[in-house]
């Protein structure tokens, strides 16, 4: 091989190299990067589901490599809800709480109730590891507070995916008012410095949708071995604009979506070659020529496969944003006599 050729495929691995790194590191916030969602978000218990939170409660998991042995933290982003970004109802006089689980009985894969989706079930099995309670308060008002450090040993170890998970929960304890708020996992306290290969998951995403047009919200959701087809559930999507499923193998399918205060479901395919690979659920919004702009959209999506078992979205999508490969067009041959 000529010289310059090796150095030519050495940075081209580089660079390869280099995405993959930059892929992993930006891994943490909550909504992640990729996402492009302004903000989770939820109610009070006193609230109306009309207003987009059908549950007053919303689980996210967190997974630390296990090699990753320093302490980590959890940060809150705006916690309180008053001032800035939070949704008012009358006035602000909501209560928040937050809290943070490790040990037995986090892990989704082995405890089902941890998901948080049956009514009635502990969500809450683990041990507290920290919890605070937030109302309207300027301290935290678009600031963010930081919970930990915590050990990663202090995680449920999760052999698949060999690393240690933990989870928090945000509960809307009191009041009617809409409390918007992001998360970061970072292995400092004071800024947000990510850990190398770790990533946020949930099963059930309480959201707000952008207040423009051209913006787009994704959500990735990993199909697993064993997948074929999956169930969408939204809630509460106001009529909102269209949601498309876009895979490698998917150009786009258009989904049903919810209006005011209610479930829409639809079941989608899943191909082979879409297995171990996300699938990338697109939000577009409703364009002024489709009867104007959707203000302060809240919305609830799950997924479930053909069995029923809830499907994971990660903030970061696993193996990277999926993208449509049109199909080369086969011309049949006919064999040579
Ligand atoms: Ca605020
Ligand atoms: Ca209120
Ligand atoms: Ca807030
Ligand atoms: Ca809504």
């Known amino acids: 091989m000529k010289l310059n050729k090796l150095i030519g495929r050495v940075l081209v691995f580089v660079f390869v190299l280099g995405l993959a790194v ?13 996402e492009n969602v302004p903000f989770l978000v939820t109610f009070g218990k006193e609230g109306q589901t009309s207003w987009g939170d059908d549950s007053f ?39 928040y709480l937050f809290s943070v689980y490790g040990g037995k009985g ?4 082995k405890n089902e109730d941890s998901k948080g989706l049956l009514k009635g079930v502990n969500y809450k099995a683990g041990n507290l590891l920290a919890s605070r309670v937030f109302g309207s308060e300027a301290r935290y008002d678009n600031k963010w507070y930081t919970f930990g450090p915590f050990n990663p040993a202090e995680g449920d170890f999760n052999e698949k995916w060999n690393s240690n998970i933990f989870k928090i929960v945000c509960e809307g304890v009191s009041g009617d008012d809409g ?27 309480h959201i707000r949708l952008w207040n423009d047009y051209k913006s787009v919200s994704h959500i990735y959701p990993y199909i697993d ?24 193998y998917k ?10 205060d209610d479930w829409a479901s639809s079941k989608i395919p899943i191909e082979p070659e879409e297995v ?24 609830v999506i799950t997924l479930e496969n053909q069995r029923g078992d809830a499907i994971k979205f990660y903030s970061s999508p696993i193996g990277g944003v999926p993208i449509y490969v049109p199909k080369p067009k086969i011309t049949k041959i006919s064999p040579k006599k």
Not at 22 to 34: H, I, M, N, T
Not at 75 to 81: G, L, N, V
Not at 182 to 205: H, M, Q, V
Not at 285 to 295: A, I, P, S, T
């Open 22 to 34: 930059f892929d992993k590191l930006s891994a943490q916030p909550v909504p992640g990067k990729d």
């Open 57 to 95: 409660f919303q689980i996210f998991f967190f997974s630390i490599p296990k090699d990753y042995k320093q302490p980590f933290y959890i940060r809150i982003f705006d916690p309180d809800c008053g001032g800035e970004w939070d949704e008012i109802e009358g006035d602000f006089n909501s209560k």
């Open 106 to 109: 986090v892990d989704p894969e």
């Open 179 to 205: 409390n918007l708020f992001k998360y970061f996992l970072s292995r400092d306290p004071a800024n947000n410095l990510t850990i190398e290969g770790g990533n946020a998951f949930t099963f059930k995403y």
């Open 225 to 248: 071995t064993g997948i074929i087809f999956i169930k969408q559930s939204n809630f509460d999507w106001d009529n909102d604009g269209t949601i498309l499923v876009v895979s490698k």
């Open 251 to 260: 150009q786009g399918i258009e989904v049903p979506i919810s209006n005011q």
């Open 276 to 299: 171990n690979s996300s699938l990338d659920f697109q939000f577009h919004k409703k364009q002024e020529n489709e009867g104007g702009l959707v203000k302060n959209n809240n919305v």
